[in-house]
């Protein structure tokens, strides 16, 4: 849903070809740049390609020019050591670090250590917009299809501390985050579920 705006799958183990309208679509027909950086992409222990899933597109599969930006985790400190970060960027964590099987801890200390030189970044600071969010809620908690998740949006135009009492879903985030890229074909059901404002409704 945070990539396509609808359910394409429930199933861990698919590993087929995604052809729905998705964010890689609209990105390129926008002319803007995206890459995934997936953490121990080429550890098959680590790395959950269901949690990729960028890596699914069609539009990535099928085209090598965009199966390069299918890329490992040390390329982001690159890129942003070099100003290079395309205009959307996608941050897998493996699963040591995600704090689905690993302790909430370690996921802290990989987003201090990978995401806190973005936050501290100039070129970010100025019109940079970071959303981190979960996929679902634990197992006892299902409402809506995957429970209450938290979402935290890290922008200069986000209100320090603001907490909304809206009901968001994943298509929201994708609805902003394209809208933030100014793209206004929206994938999915990411066109008529609540829109995010400037983050501070």
């Known amino acids: 849903m945070l990539t396509t705006g609808q359910i394409v799958t429930n199933d861990n183990s698919f590993m087929g070809t995604v052809d729905v309208d998705n964010i890689v679509r609209e990105l390129i027909a926008s002319g803007k740049t995206w890459k995934s950086y997936a953490e121990s992409r ?46 959307f960027c996608f941050v ?17 200390a990989w987003l201090k250590n990978n995401i806190g030189p973005l936050v501290s970044n100039a070129t970010f600071q100025q019109d940079g917009l970071l959303i981190i969010v979960f996929d679902e809620s634990i197992d006892s908690d299902s409402a809506h299809g995957g429970g209450r998740v938290p979402a935290v949006i890290v922008s200069a135009q986000a209100r320090q ?26 994938p999915g059901a990411s066109s008529t579920l609540p829109k995010w404002g400037s983050f501070s409704e």
Not at 92 to 101: G, I, T, W, Y
Not at 161 to 185: C, D, K, M, P
Request: hydrophobic fraction near 35%.
């Open 42 to 87: 080429n550890d098959l222990q680590l790395y959950v390609k269901r949690h990729d899933p960028l890596s699914y597109f069609s539009d990535v599969t099928s085209s090598s020019t965009q199966m390069q930006n299918l890329v490992a985790m040390p390329q982001f400190s690159a890129d942003l050591a070099d100003n290079s970060l395309p205009n």
């Open 92 to 108: 897998v964590p493996n699963l040591q670090d995600d704090a689905h099987d690993g302790p909430l801890q370690a996921a802290d």
């Open 161 to 186: 501390g603001f907490q909304s009492a809206t009901f968001y879903q994943h298509q929201s985030v994708l609805r902003l985050i394209l809208e933030g890229l100014g793209v206004s074909n929206l």
